[in-house]
Structures are given as C-alpha cells and as structure tokens.
C-alpha cells in the first residue's frame, strides 16, 4: 500500500519500525504550527532551498547514475528538475515561479498550435474578411477571448501546481496526516502521489495532458478558466462558421 493511516506502525525492509526512526529524527522546534502544519513544512533556513516530497525512485536513480538523460534535458537543460516537473524560473527558498509539468511537449506541440491555428483561420476567412459580411465588432469580442484562453492555459501549464515539501516529523502523523512510502514523506489528506510527476502534489485532482502539467491546488481555478473559456471560444468559433455557411445558402438561393 502507498499511504498508511496515522498511528500504525511502518516497517522498513530490515524489519526496523519506521516510525520509531522518524519520531528520533525529529528536531526541536518542528512542531506544529497555528495552521496545523509541521514548522518544518512552512519554514526554511535562510539560504537553503525547499526540500520537495519526490519519488524516492527517482532520487535514487539520480544518485547512483547521475542526472537523468531523456528528450526533456535537451529541451529544459537550464531547468531545475524535481521528478518529471521543470522549474524553470524559482525564488531563492526553491519555491517555482514558472514550471512546466511532464506533458509540456503535448501542450506545446498539439494544444496551442490547434487554439492558434483555428482561431487564425476564423481570423483570416471570416472575422477581417470584407466578403463575409460579419460586424467588425465581432471580432473586438473574439480576439480579447483568444487572449484570456491563451492566458489560462500559460497559468494552468506554467503555475505551480501544489508541490508539497518533504516531511518526516512524526508529529504529523499524530495530526492527521498519512505515510506516503512513494515519496517517504508524510501528507495531508487531499495531496496525492501523481506517479506522471513523480511529486507530491497539495489537492491533486488529475493529470492533463492538453494543458501538459498535474492539476492541483495551485493550478485548479487556472484549469476551470481554462476549461470554460475554450468552450466559449470553440462555440464562437463554429458559431461564426455555421453564419458563413448559411448567409452562402440563402445567397445562393
């Protein structure tokens, strides 16, 4: 099993109980805060950077053969690679600014080239084509559109997602919060293991490839944003075609 409840004991490979060596691990001053978080997940030392809950596979891997090589190094090489996410740009604690999550080439590759493309197309036949006869004033709707779906998509792909910290301190799971042996980290209830990501992730929903990153807590009202403004913008864009082709029929009678 992945995540074990609070309170049970957690046996390691050589038998040892797990628990009983992350409660000895604990430092002072690693209780729980006025949130009810570990003082070690809202707090770092000046000058060292967050401690993300990453498979433990992966660390592994990277430490006895180095840094992984697949197409996302040649691609992302001046990123910093947590599990399958890439920060891209951070602040000094290690906390992203801009990510991009392990489906990016399909984002960059399918979505926004078929959002872009489409729309162009709309663009160039029907909304600034004096032959189709629709209001200028159309087109003053459907570009600002354009701009808020693109806009929605870049803070779903770009936004940290909800990367959680590592967190041992056994206090934690008196509070509620569960064993994670994926990551070898505690966490709270809602945050999932995406096993695409390979981290931890606070209110992980799912995984999209569309817009190429892990849907979570940080990214979710981006998602339905998202969501809602490309359906707008797919039925104005059909609706506009549909136009075209009944003002043809009713001409052509």
Known sequence: MEDYEAGTS?????????SQEIKSAEQPGDSENENG???????CQQGEKKEFAVSTRWE??????GPIKDYHGYFCCCARRVG???ILIEKRDGSPCVIAGPCWPFCMGVTVPLILGISALVCIFILFNDKSGVPQ??????LPLLGL??????????????????VTDGEAGEGGWFWNEQVGS???PGALYCRECEVLIEGYDHL??????????????????FVVGINLLCYFSIGLVCFILLDGLVDGI
């Open 186 to 188: 505690f966490r709270p």
């Open 37 to 43: 978080r570990p003082q070690s997940l809202t707090t």
């Open 149 to 166: 779906v693109l806009f929605a998509l870049f803070m779903v792909s770009c936004h940290d997602p909800g990367l959680m910290e590592r």
């Open 84 to 86: 399958n996410m890439f």
């Open 60 to 65: 592994k891997e990277v430490l006895e053969n």
């Open 208 to 225: 999209c490839p569309w817009t190429g990153t892990g849907i979570g807590h940080g990214n979710m009202f981006a998602f339905k944003a």
């Open 137 to 142: 004033w159309v087109g003053y709707m459907y």
């Open 10 to 18: 957690i046996q390691s490979n050589n038998g040892v109980d797990k």
